[in-house]
């Protein structure tokens, strides 16, 4: 059994997390991301559960950061699970009368992704961002006086005792996460026929064309990027270091050679995991009780 570090308990961290590892390991809560992966480093907890990637805002910038400027903690796995959120209060469930409702509180990136429906049913509340959208739903929850309602997943109304007062109030429902799991050990999983390797790669200042080079080093093995994006080093204006994602494991003979001839240009290559990746089928999704949207 093994101790997962993640965000707090009935957020969609906590969803995904549970259809990934199965919940027969012991999950630590935290409210803040700094706290989830500084568990792993000071040794409290074996894992992380880091969402990385949305279809909808992107890169979550502040978690990339994090990976590659404040610890060394490599992946272990990815998968995708579906951003399915609800509007979370006191109501009666499928109520279409939101007049009460003064504040709805989420986090930014949920909230951000069910602004059309904000706009259309709420467009006179106030909009207030908290930590995790299972905060939210504990501030709902802990406030009957206020006229208060949270953008939160089925499992934080859940454990929190609230109604789902409209179901799937996203503006698109193609809307995914990409979670990654790390920790200094591999873990058991299910088996799986797909796999990646993320590396960071760092250009030197005086080489003109050396991302078309490193591009090139990949193309002629067939290497297949999944993504590629660039972000600032930190270190002065101007450099940036390439987070690449290659839809290939580390044992196949064509990623050392690549590497190598991507460090003879000068370039840095820090390898931040080789690890199987799972996809999430559209038929597992949850069945909505209620669609408002």
């Given amino acids: 059994m093994a101790r997962i570090a993640l965000l707090p308990q009935g957020s969609v961290s906590h969803e995904a997390a549970v259809h990934l590892l199965g919940d027969h390991h012991q999950y630590h809560h935290f409210k803040l991301i700094s706290e989830v992966f500084m568990a792993v480093v000071n040794k409290e907890a074996d894992y992380a559960v880091i969402p990385i990637e949305n279809t909808i805002e992107g890169s979550v910038n ?3 950061d994090w990976i590659v400027h404040e610890v060394d903690l490599p992946f272990q796995a990815e998968w995708v699970y579906p951003s399915i959120q609800h509007l979370i209060g006191r109501g009666v469930e499928g109520t279409e009368d939101y007049s009460s409702i003064k504040k709805v509180l989420s986090h930014p990136v949920a909230m951000a992704q069910c602004q059309q429906f904000l706009r259309k049913h709420l467009p ?3 909009q207030e961002h908290v930590s995790s959208t299972s905060e939210a739903v504990r501030l709902v929850k802990e406030h009957p006086e206020e006229k208060w309602a949270a953008i939160g997943t089925r499992l934080g109304a859940q454990t929190f005792g609230l109604n789902v007062l409209a179901s799937e109030v996203m503006d698109h ?3 995914y996460t990409r979670f990654i799991l790390l920790g200094s050990h591999p873990i058991e999983l299910a088996e799986t026929t797909t796999h990646k390797t993320t590396i ?5 200042e005086d080489f003109p064309g050396a991302l078309h080079q490193v591009l090139s080093a990949f193309a002629w093995r067939r290497i297949n990027l999944s993504r590629i994006e660039s972000r600032p080093t930190k270190l002065q204006l101007g450099n940036y270091y390439f987070y690449i994602d290659l839809q290939m494991a580390l044992d196949s003979v ?9 460090e003879a240009l000068g370039c840095q290559v820090r390898i931040l995991g080789t690890y199987p990746t799972y996809a999430y089928s559209t038929s597992q999704r ?5 669609s408002e949207v």
């Fill in 62 to 64: 502040l978690h990339l």
């Fill in 124 to 126: 006179q509340v106030v």
């Fill in 173 to 175: 429902h193609n809307n």
């Fill in 200 to 204: 960071l790669v760092t250009l030197p």
């Fill in 254 to 262: 064509l990623l050392p050679s690549a590497f190598a001839e991507i």
């Fill in 286 to 290: 949850e069945e909505p009780h209620h």
